[in-house]
């Protein structure tokens, strides 16, 4: 059964036309990738299922229904973590709680539980400026799964980090994956992180981005899965 679908999405800012009749389906528990060069339109896309921005033409779908704004099933991950470097790494985490209303009590356990998730058990009290960017990064990830959403969109999460962090996140994030069966859906610029990590790729052309192929790989996670197409393809 699909979780996030777009039914022949097109969407222009004025005369700018961003995606042009885009449709693509994720389904549940999947871990699904866009991939496309910058600016063609995928942080639109991912926006779209946060409910941070509507289609001008086309349905944007959480399982039959519309997508019309923000919801806590669906957590998005952003390119510049924004955490707030006041709060400590519990306040952050713990923030969408308070908002939500959980009680004081339940809410401790629970952050400590996805804390645990992200292998940052014990640094309750650090100060985001205390932390490496990888650390940073998985404390932005531990504040979406807090809210135990369906559904991760991670726009570009590893972007700003050195290769081998960012190849230590990669893992992390089939780790998380594999431990909550979480329905993941990743936006990167870069094909190879795409084919690392998802099931599913959906290659953009640029702007206006239209899904130009779509490459499915069911060997065996977590590593040295190979597209065929894909490797013709570079050769
Ligand atoms: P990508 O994430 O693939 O790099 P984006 O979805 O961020 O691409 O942006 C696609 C295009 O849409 C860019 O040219 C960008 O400048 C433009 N764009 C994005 N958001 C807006 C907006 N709110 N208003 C006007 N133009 C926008
Ligand atoms: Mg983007």
Redesign the pocket.
């Known amino acids: 059964m699909q979780t996030l679908e777009l039914r022949q999405v097109s969407k222009s ?2 005369d ?1 036309q ?1 995606l042009k009749d885009i449709r693509l389906k994720v389904e549940r528990g999947e871990f699904a990738a866009i991939v ?12 779209m299922f946060a409910g941070l ?1 509507t289609a001008t033409e086309g349905e944007v779908l959480s399982g039959d229904v519309k997508i019309e704004g923000p919801s806590p099933r669906r957590m998005m991950i952003f390119q510049e973590h924004a955490l707030y470097p006041w709060l400590t790494v519990e306040q952050n985490v713990g923030m969408g709680l308070e908002i939500a209303n959980i009680p004081k009590n339940e809410r401790l356990p629970r952050i400590n539980e996805v804390l645990d998730k992200v292998n940052l058990t014990g640094f309750n009290h650090y100060f985001p400026s205390q932390l490496s960017g990888g650390m940073r990064q998985r404390v932005a990830i531990a504040r979406a799964l807090v809210m135990d959403p369906e559904i991760l969109l991670l ?2 999460p590893y972007g700003a980090l050195d290769a081998m962090t960012r190849l230590k996140m990669q893992n992390e994030l089939i780790r998380i994956w594999h431990g909550t069966g979480k329905t993941m859906l990743l ?1 990167t ?1 870069d094909i190879d992180e795409a084919l690392y990590l998802a099931d599913k790729v959906y290659v ?1 052309s640029p ?1 206006p ?1 239209q899904i130009i192929r779509t490459i499915r790989l069911d060997s065996p996670r977590p590593r040295n899965r190979h597209s065929q197409e894909f490797v013709s393809h570079r050769q």
């Not at 496309?36 to 926006?47: E, F, I, N, V, Y």
């Open positions: 800012f004025g700018l961003v496309g060069p910058s600016g063609c339109g995928k942080s639109t896309a991912l926006r921005e726009d570009e936006i610029h953009m702007r981005g």
